[in-house]
């Protein structure tokens, strides 16, 4: 096996990863790496040769990692990066903290970043895919971001840099955030607090929280989230596009699109990488033979199909 770099960090072998993504799937990392903070990630990847595959991993809120596994270093940050500071109007956030504490912490400062309150994951996955909810984005109220590209040179990234989109940036490939500055208006922390809770009572009424999944599955095809208003509207929304298809409840061996909120694919308890993505892949094309839309994947599917797997819907 490839010999890596000294780190004061931790690596890992072979290190299984279904146990570190929410759908609970997934074949092992060839090498899993947490560096102990910025300055051991930097090293590292600059003493690492440039052949080897690199893949940051957060929380694994937004992940299928395929059951054969993943080749090279993934990359999970973890103590060292979950810090939070308020200044101001100003929020500093390490990349592996996770948004609903970012928010919170921020609401008892005075300072609004509600819309990071239900959405799963850590600020780097955040930053990384310019996620979402009720009408505000991270392109809204990101000042800047840090980051280590992947020969290990630390620099910081502007908005325009990242040249944000729905659901997406342009980070360059390997490159690893390591902490976002956020700015949000003013707001009494109670007002802040009492928001969060009816997002947090009018998610849990809408959407399988207490099922394994990774959030939405697919993009809106109005190419926007939902706004969470009386005015909102579903015509071009995933979930519609799914139940007009006659999906709600799907299943395919252990994976299921959820009753309660069909753009949310679940495991039901003994689902494979497979499944799960199999299912996405009918769903895709289904929906496209009932309606026209093409719908774009918004969970992630990394790493290589088991021998003899089969990703393509039947």
Same mark, same amino acid.
């Given at each position: 096996?490839?010999?890596?770099?000294?780190?004061?960090g931790?690596?890992?072998?072979?290190?299984?990863?279904?146990?570190?993504?929410?759908?609970?799937v997934?074949?092992?990392?060839?090498?899993?790496?947490?560096?102990?903070?910025?300055?051991?990630?930097?090293?590292?990847?600059?003493?690492?040769?440039?052949?080897i595959?690199?893949?940051?991993?957060?929380?694994?809120?937004?992940?299928?990692?395929?059951?054969?596994?993943?080749?090279g270093?993934?990359?999970r940050?973890?103590?060292g990066?979950?810090?939070?500071? &308020?200044?101001g #109007?100003?929020?500093i956030? /390490? =990349?592996?903290?996770? +948004?609903?504490?970012v928010?919170? %912490? $921020?609401?008892?400062?005075?300072?609004?970043?509600?819309?990071l309150r239900?959405?799963?994951g850590?600020?780097?996955?955040? &930053?990384r895919? #310019?996620?979402?909810?009720y /009408? =505000?984005?991270v392109? +809204?109220?990101?000042?800047?971001? %840090? $980051?280590?590209?992947?020969d290990?040179?630390?620099?910081?990234?502007?908005?325009?840099?990242?040249?944000?989109?729905?659901?997406?940036?342009d980070?360059?490939?390997?490159?690893?955030?390591?902490?976002a500055?956020?700015?949000?208006?003013?707001? $009494?922390?109670?007002?802040?607090?009492a928001?969060m809770?009816?997002?947090?009572?009018?998610?849990?009424?809408?959407?399988?929280?207490?099922?394994?999944?990774?959030?939405?599955?697919?993009?809106?095809?109005?190419?926007?989230s939902s706004?969470?208003?009386?005015?909102?509207?579903?015509?071009?929304k995933a979930?519609?596009?799914?139940?007009?298809?006659?999906?709600?409840g799907?299943r395919?061996?252990?994976?299921?699109?959820?009753?309660?909120?069909?753009?949310?694919l679940?495991?039901t308890?003994?689902?494979?990488?497979?499944?799960?993505?199999?299912?996405?892949?009918?769903?895709r094309?289904?929906?496209?033979?009932?309606?026209?839309i093409?719908?774009?994947?918004?969970?992630?599917?990394v790493?290589?199909p088991?021998?003899?797997?089969?990703?393509?819907?039947?």
């Amino acid at each position: 096996m490839t010999e890596l770099p000294q780190t004061r960090g931790r690596v890992t072998p072979d290190r299984p990863l279904s146990d570190l993504t929410w759908l609970r799937v997934g074949g092992p990392a060839e090498w899993l790496f947490q560096p102990a903070d910025p300055e051991d990630l930097a090293e590292f990847l600059a003493a690492l040769a440039p052949d080897i595959p690199v893949f940051p991993m957060g929380v694994g809120s937004n992940l299928i990692v395929r059951d054969g596994g993943m080749r090279g270093v993934v990359i999970r940050l973890g103590r060292g990066f979950n810090h939070i500071r &308020v200044e101001g #109007n100003r929020v500093i956030a /390490g =990349a592996a903290a996770l +948004d609903a504490h970012v928010a919170r %912490r $921020a609401a008892e400062a005075g300072v609004d970043l509600t819309f990071l309150r239900t959405i799963p994951g850590s600020i780097g996955g955040a &930053v990384r895919m #310019n996620a979402g909810c009720y /009408g =505000a984005y991270v392109a +809204d109220h990101l000042i800047e971001a %840090r $980051a280590v590209t992947r020969d290990g040179v630390q620099l910081t990234l502007t908005p325009q840099d990242l040249n944000f989109a729905y659901r997406h940036s342009d980070l360059p490939a390997g490159c690893v955030i390591t902490e976002a500055t956020f700015e949000g208006q003013s707001g $009494a922390p109670e007002v802040l607090l009492a928001r969060m809770e009816e997002q947090l009572a009018r998610r849990d009424a809408t959407q399988p929280t207490k099922d394994r999944s990774a959030g939405s599955t697919f993009r809106n095809p109005a190419g926007f989230s939902s706004t969470g208003r009386a005015d909102d509207v579903h015509d071009l929304k995933a979930w519609k596009v799914i139940d007009d298809a006659g999906l709600r409840g799907a299943r395919r061996g252990g994976a299921q699109m959820s009753e309660k909120h069909p753009n949310f694919l679940i495991n039901t308890g003994d689902a494979t990488a497979a499944d799960l993505e199999g299912l996405g892949e009918e769903v895709r094309k289904r929906v496209f033979q009932n309606s026209g839309i093409a719908l774009q994947w918004e969970i992630m599917r990394v790493g290589e199909p088991a021998p003899g797997e089969s990703l393509q819907a039947d």
